[in-house]
C-alpha cells in the first residue's frame, strides 16, 4: 500500500489543522492506521492509531483530548483532527499502516510526512 499524507502546514497556537492520508494499491481497511510525528532533533513517537474499523482508538497522552483520529474505508483516507493546537505540536507527521495487530510498533507501511508548524 502507498500512503500520502497532506494537510500540515503554519497555524498560530490554540488553532486547528486536519491532516489527511491517502492510501492505494491495498484497500485501507485490511490494515490498523496510526499517526507518528517527529519534532526536530528528537526521535519519533507515537501519536494515534485506530483500529480496522474505526471502533478502537488510541492516543498518547500528548495529544490525548485535542486530537481526534478518524478513518473512512470506503475512501481509503485516514483523517488526524488537530485541535488546540500548541508550539510542541510542531513536527513532521507520518502516517502508518500496519498489516499486524500491533497498535504501537511494527508499522509496515510509512508515507512521506507532512509538516506541521505551531507559532507561539
Known amino acids: 500500500v502507498q500512503l500520502q499524507a497532506s494537510g500540515g502546514g503554519l497555524v498560530q497556537a490554540g488553532g486547528s489543522l486536519r491532516l489527511s492520508c491517502a492510501a492505494s494499491?491495498?484497500?485501507?481497511?485490511?490494515?490498523?492506521m496510526g499517526w507518528f510525528r517527529q519534532a526536530p532533533g528528537k526521535e519519533r513517537e507515537f501519536v494515534s492509531a485506530i483500529g480496522r474499523r474505526g471502533g478502537s482508538t488510541l492516543y498518547a497522552d500528548s495529544v490525548k483530548g485535542r486530537f481526534v483520529i478518524s478513518r473512512d474505508n470506503a475512501k481509503n483516507t485516514l483523517y488526524l483532527q488537530m485541535n488546540s493546537l500548541k508550539p510542541e505540536d510542531t513536527a513532521v507527521y507520518y502516517c502508518?499502516?500496519?498489516?499486524?495487530?500491533?497498535?504501537?510498533?511494527?508499522?509496515?507501511?510509512w508515507g512521506q510526512g507532512t509538516l506541521v508548524t505551531v507559532s507561539s
Open positions: 494499491g491495498r484497500t485501507l481497511s485490511t490494515y490498523i
Open positions: 502508518a499502516a500496519n498489516s499486524g495487530y500491533s497498535y504501537y510498533a511494527q508499522y509496515d507501511y
